[in-house]
């Protein structure tokens, strides 16, 4: 016999409690606690579900070899999965509505002709995602579609189609009719989840949830996913540009340093094969506030623009403003020219932006922001051949950075002249860097006399 009861949960990490609860003991959020009607299975139905097909091993049984894996058909999307889907494995695609995730799902679907896809879609009719397919100009006969919201439809499909990739879009619209609170709820989203990752290990059927996440995070569901599923993907970017980034939070088969670009077209959704392309506008000469760095996110080395502008500040309070950077970093190395290279900028403006709505946090571009940050405020340009990479410490010295062979190599290729990295690397950098000059520095100072001529 079924009953009802009520259950709180935390719409933050999803623990529940009997009772309503001012802050999570869990993870510490205050104000997130959530009534839910929820209404269990006997507990008899529960034990048999639980029981099949479980036989413990020994570790001599278990195979040992790579996973095997998936080509997305999508080279950027398999690169941030680690080298494409995991038989078996759930990944929760991520992302503000309006992204592109939809876009991403059915591109990646309509690009596995040998794959039989389910496409599951609770948010748009079959005839939407014709109108989409047609735009994104690809067809494929192996693909399935289905517009449904019911977990036992679903997964009574799954069993007359046997497909090898089943796509949900999205899981907050899956609904388990053996609980009673609404699509979208934190038991529903979870049990739906629960679900589709057993299907998925009995089966190794990859499945891919995609999950909406508003700014603030406050919508039940992804938060909750993020322990459930294998891999987490977040599809980002800002609504005022084209680009789309496409990182990975949470891995169990890969690295999670790894990051994907997109632009998105009229015809939907293109890879961005070499970032530096689009990330260095190549007619800015003569421009002040504008310096190159060579940076790396996951192990693909890019070239990108950083612009800063500095202005005398109108009120009392100068203001310190970054797109696409940590803001304290900016701060630190502001005080780190003040402090040890002198310069009096405590009094001035200062906007940094990183092109392209990129967000980086890779140190080695703190050259190359403290570089733009002199030449605007000398309005003095830096050349347009030169690009940089290196960290700055705390009393202003230039140190190393990691891969800097394949950053110059990178920098190389762009045909950039000269690159200004640190002194500090132990003589192995010598060799094999024909047609580009690479300054070493060890100090702020040296590389201002380089680039500008002058110390001050
Ligand atoms: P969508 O994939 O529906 O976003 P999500 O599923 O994350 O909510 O994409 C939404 C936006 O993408 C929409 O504003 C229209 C735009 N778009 C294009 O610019 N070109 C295209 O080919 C497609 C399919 C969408
Ligand atoms: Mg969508």
Request: glycine share 8%.
């Amino acid at each position: 016999m079924a009953k009802s009861k009520t259950v709180f949960f935390c719409r933050n990490c999803g623990a529940e409690a009997p009772k309503w609860l001012g802050k999570c003991p869990d993870c510490g959020e205050w104000n997130t606690y959530v009534e839910e009607v929820v209404r269990t299975k006997a507990p008899a139905e529960h034990h048999r579900d639980s029981e099949k097909n479980a036989r413990p091993v020994a570790l001599s049984e278990i195979s040992s070899s790579e996973e095997e894996r998936m080509d997305t058909g999508i080279g950027e999307l398999n690169r941030v999965l680690g080298g494409g889907l995991v038989y078996g494995s759930v990944v929760l695609l991520g992302g503000e509505p309006g992204i592109g995730k939809s876009t991403l799902a059915l591109q990646m679907a309509l690009k596995l002709p040998n794959e039989k896809v389910l496409y599951v879609s609770g948010e748009e009719s079959n005839r939407q995602i014709k109108i989409r397919a047609e735009r994104i100009g690809l067809s494929n006969e192996n693909c399935l579609f289905l517009s449904e919201t019911s977990l036992d439809v679903l997964f009574s499909q799954i069993g007359q189609i046997h497909p090898s990739l089943v796509i949900i879009d999205s899981v907050q619209t899956l609904q388990d009719e053996s609980i009673e609170s609404s699509p979208g709820s934190i038991s529903q989203v979870r049990e739906c989840a629960v679900k589709l990752l057993r299907f998925a290990k009995e089966s190794s059927t990859p499945v891919i949830l995609i999950g909406h996440i508003t700014k603030d995070g406050t919508l039940a569901g992804p938060k909750v996913l993020e322990h459930i599923v294998d891999t987490v993907l977040l599809f980002e970017g800002d609504h005022h540009y084209l680009y789309r980034i496409l990182r990975s939070t949470k891995n169990r088969f890969g690295t999670t340093a790894e990051l994907g670009i997109f632009e998105m077209q009229q015809s939907g959704l293109r890879e961005v094969i070499n970032p530096s392309e689009i990330l260095i506008n190549k007619n800015n000469d003569g421009l002040s506030g504008v310096a190159i760095g060579a940076t790396i996110d996951g192990v693909r080395p890019f070239l990108i623009e950083v612009q800063a502008l500095v202005s005398t500040a109108a009120y009392g309070m100068p203001q310190r403003i970054a797109t696409g950077y940590d803001v304290r970093r900016l701060n630190m190395l502001l005080a780190v020219l003040e402090k040890r290279a002198g310069f009096k900028l405590a009094t001035r403006d200062v906007f940094l932006n990183i092109a392209g709505g990129i967000r980086i946090s890779d140190p080695g571009l703190d050259l190359a922001v403290i570089i733009a940050v002199l030449s605007s405020n000398f309005d003095r340009p830096v050349k347009k051949d030169i690009c940089m990479s290196a960290e700055v410490g705390l009393s202003g010295e230039i140190r190393p950075v990691n891969r800097i062979e394949q950053r110059i190599r990178e920098a190389e290729k762009l045909g950039f002249k000269t690159i200004l990295i640190s002194s500090g690397y132990e003589n192995k950098l010598a060799e094999g860097k024909k047609g580009m000059s690479v300054i070493q520095v060890a100090k702020v100072e040296e590389a201002l006399k380089y680039l500008f001529n002058t110390a001050q």
